[in-house]
């Protein structure tokens, strides 16, 4: 981290002009840190090997990255990736001490260290190839280094400080995410629950003149049976996700338990999002539960930027409108706080609740830091399309990682504005790079609407070959 923050403060014709030492000097440095068990040791060593330097001393700035890689190279030893897809030859080194204590510090904490607002974590993502050296068309120091990265423990929502609490969630049945037939190649059910133009219902109301409008499914909407019985169809499948709005705290008990008694549950469910029933100035929160295929909770995440409609908007959708050139505000607190979830064999995992994916620079620090395997957006919108605003952010976003972002929401509030048979799942990303670092390859893209054949409503996409495969399931 020492180095870390030396190597960031260079230009990047510093560091890309940086005068590579000798095969002596990178062995010893690899020699440190595995055959050292002591962690000042192996410190101490590394220190000498560079010695001090002046920034206009381009053999000193080639040591220190010398000595990076060679401590990438060593975390890679306990990295995520390495441990889930060892290397072909099979080798495997004897860890020591120093490395094993700081891998049981990950486990514990979500990081391998903390240190002044910054945060040293295996880099992502976690289950594919970090991102090529050449990805941001200049020198990017984060993109040297395979197995780590220095991220900060709290991200910036328009001025905002926004803290991040990473957690480990291990591969296992009880209490994490059980190991897939085929990491990579998942399959994602996507259940809208609201379609009809009276499945949702809105409550408006006006505090100083400000108004306020709180969205929840009709009563005719179970929304604990459209997601079991959209289960139950789906049949054995990797990832599932429900809308915004549509699934309040109350009603997420009721499926946990629900599911701790059935066999039709999901590895991991992203069990849309609904108020909660604790509340703040008598607004609640916008929250979304995250369960695994017992039932049991993983995490939980509030929406951080409640949204507002427009006066158009809201006309469109039968609502009071506000007056022109201000806001008709959702009903609801400002969540605090942002999880980043670590799961063996699956990924990280982040939840982005509608509004949340345009949150700057949030969303931008969010991609550029801790490089998610997936972003979950649960959202409330009129549907999902290509050209609309979810797909042009997330297929930016896109560009600065290898994320793939699994977006639903429901449709009736297309019903209700008189759109006509509109998608409600949308899958986007990754960026792929070609195989010898040149160009890049058209991002995967997909959307799906709800089989309307089948006896539960649910989308199906598929994650196969590097694309995005939809399927009704009917055609299955």
């Known amino acids: 981290m020492a180095l870390w ?31 050292q068990q002591n962690a000042e040791d192996a410190y101490a060593i590394l220190q000498g090997l560079i010695g001090d330097g002046a920034l206009n001393d381009a053999t000193f700035r080639g040591q220190v990255l010398a000595v990076m890689r060679a401590i990438d190279e060593a975390y890679y030893l306990v990295h995520p990736r390495a441990v889930v897809a060892p290397p072909s030859s099979g080798v495997r080194h004897a860890l020591p001490r120093w490395l094993r204590a700081t891998r049981d510090e990950r486990l514990l904490t979500g990081f391998y260290a903390d240190h002044d607002g910054k945060r040293l974590i295996p880099r992502g993502p976690l289950l594919r190839g970090a991102r090529h050296p050449t990805a941001s068309s200049a020198d990017s120091l984060a993109d040297r280094f395979a197995a780590l990265t220095v991220a900060t423990s709290v991200l910036d929502q328009d001025g905002r400080r926004i803290p991040v609490s990473v957690r480990t969630i291990p591969a296992a049945v009880a209490r994490g995410v059980a190991p897939g037939l085929a990491p990579g ?7 809208p629950i609201a379609e009809a133009a009276d499945d949702i219902q809105a409550r408006q109301r006006e505090t100083e003149g400000q108004g306020w409008v709180d969205f929840q499914p009709s009563a ?29 705290e109350e009603h997420a008990d009721q499926l946990a338990q629900a599911l701790s008694t059935t066999n039709c549950a999901a590895r991991l469910l992203v069990a849309g999002s609904g108020a909660t029933r604790q509340n703040t100035n008598d607004q609640p929160w916008n929250e979304a539960r995250s369960v695994n295929s017992s039932g049991a909770e993983l995490w939980r995440q509030r929406k951080l930027w409640p949204a507002g409609l427009d006066e158009q908007r809201a006309k469109d959708f039968g609502l009071i409108a506000p007056p022109a050139g201000t806001l008709l505000y959702e ?34 620090q969010l991609m550029i830091q801790y490089q998610p395997d997936w972003v979950f957006a649960p959202l409330l919108d009129s549907g999902v399309g290509e050209n609309r605003w979810m797909h042009r952010r997330a297929f930016a976003l896109s560009a600065l990682s290898q994320t793939r972002f699994v977006i639903v929401s429901s449709t009736s509030l297309a019903a209700k504005a ?26 995967a893209f997909q959307t799906a609407k709800a089989d309307t054949q089948g006896a539960a409503r649910v989308a199906i996409i598929q994650w196969r070959g590097g694309r995005w495969l939809s399927s009704t399931l009917g055609a299955k």
């Not at 923050?5 to 002009?17: E, H, I, L, M, V």
Request: proline share 6%.
């Open 331 to 364: 009903d609801i607190s400002g969540g605090a706080e942002l999880i980043v979830a670590d799961i063996d064999g699956l990924g990280r995992c982040v939840i982005l609740i509608c509004q949340d994916l345009q949150a700057q620079l949030l969303a931008e």
């Open 5 to 35: 923050a030396c190597a960031s403060d260079w230009t990047g014709p510093q560091r890309a002009g940086a005068k590579l030492p000798s095969v002596a000097f990178t062995r010893r440095a690899r020699e440190a840190l595995l055959r």
């Open 220 to 248: 005719n909407v179970d929304a604990q049976s459209c997601i079991l019985h959209a289960l139950t169809e789906a049949g054995a499948i990797d990832l599932a996700i429900a809308p915004e709005f549509m699934v309040s």
């Open 185 to 191: 190649a998942e399959s994602i059910a996507f259940v």
């Open 418 to 443: 008189g759109y006509s048979d509109p998608a409600c799942a949308m899958a986007i990303g990754p960026q792929e790079p070609h195989a010898d670092g040149g160009g890049e390859i058209p991002r």
